[in-house]
């Protein structure tokens, strides 16, 4: 009935040549008696008021010819959003496994009786449902993925220009048209919703060393013996995956984060295929699937893993390519570089552009260690100036009149991040060096790829979709 809910008609002109838009209201055609008796204010002299639909079920029948295996039970995963203190956030929460049951095929014949006083609103209706049905229209009743019978079509079977017959008496004072339809839909049984276990990884927090004669004297003693409390024993963690794959992140010749699969011992020959590790889960989707960075060496630490969107690589079975959510990037701690420079090979006008204000360097040095200036003082022809000092992993930029250190790498304490606008890419300043902050080789475990889903029948899939 909502197919035809805003179908209008136009009236006039009246007295001031004005013309109005009124819409038809629609209202099924059989009801009780008692709301009849209602509508109609108790009186059977009561007209219909016109122009109006009413929709009515004529027949319902199954369909033995749309009939598939009855037994059959299409199992399908998805994961909801994670729900912490009434919200959801952008974190995977619960998994789920629906088991659908086949739908039993029924077709449902229904009338559309259209009622009318004038010829001019008749064809107006009778012009907007013949465009309309073509000879069908596609209607997806809900919004729901997991609803495999969302999508269904309502078929015009045939249509009655009008009930009166020849010749017409003046009594009839209601002309009604009537079409009929067709759908051919579905009656799903309910399905069964069931929490998924599936195990991806195993850690296991254990001990390199053990007081072994305090855990005999104890049991010997009948005290209670927490054998997790080991007097001098240093925890590890031992992590177990699939496979014990690792992964390296890099960026590729054309600016792309890319993520290569590597086999134990993290050996990149033979190949190992990223199809056929997610296979054993279920498949990619893009937009949905993704990876998870752990950058903590604390495996149930996420509030620094980096989240990014993964599609497959068509020319290398081994290679994903990688799309990080800015978001999960760690912040940078001071303003974009220009670019990475050897201070003795390029300056202003030498490689570099003539200095303007606001231009940032990082320095490295083939030549001098981290102990000696990348740009010693005192060299009346430095292009730097004259008292500019500056070590490799310094960062300089220039003011307008002079080139100052802006960081100093020798004194720097903690974490330092910074984007380098040449290529994009982030660095993290640790430990005296600059490394990228999130490139580099991923252990078992340290990489994690969230919303995989499996296809529609339960099974793994051979092709991405």
Known sequence: MRIFSDIKIRV?????????????????????????????GGSENTLMPSPM?????????????????????????????????GAYNNQPGIRYEINRYMPVPYDFTFKLDVWTTNTTSKLQIFEQIAMIFNKSVQIQQDSNLLDWTSIFEVWLEDFVWTNRTIPQGGEEQRDVMSFKFKIEGWINPPAKVKKSGLVAEIVARVYDSVDIDGIRDSIDKGEEYDPFSCLNANPIQIVTTEGNFSVEVEQGPD????????????????????FDLIQKYGQITPNITKIRLKLDPDLDVDDSDIIGTIEQDPDRVNVLFFTPDVDTL??????????????????????????MPGQRYLLTSHQAVVEEPAIPPGVPTS?????????????IEFNGVNWFVTFDSQNSVGKNYVVNSANSTQYVFEDGAWAYS????????????????QAPNGTTISVYE
């Open 330 to 355: 760690p912040a940078n701690t001071m303003p974009a570089i220009t670019t990475i420079i050897d201070p003795i090979e390029v300056w202003p006008g030498k490689g570099l552009p003539i200095a």
């Open 12 to 40: 006039g002109p009246d007295a001031n040549g004005l013309y109005t838009i009124q819409r038809v209201p629609i209202m099924y055609g059989d009801p009780s008696a008692m709301v009849a008796w209602i509508i109609k």
């Open 255 to 274: 600016g792309v984060d890319t993520i290569t699969l590597l086999n134990p011992y993290q050996t990149h020959l033979p190949p190992p295929r990223w």
């Open 438 to 453: 999130y490139y580099g080789i991923y252990a078992p475990g340290y990489f994690r790829i969230d919303n995989i889903v």
């Open 53 to 85: 639909f009413s929709a009515w079920i004529e027949n319902i029948k199954m369909n033995d010819a749309r009939r598939q295996d009855s037994q059959f039970v299409g199992t399908i995963s998805t994961v909801e959003r994670q729900f912490i203190d």
């Open 383 to 395: 292009p730097w100036g004259t008292t500019l000092v500056a070590y490799p992993n310094d960062i």
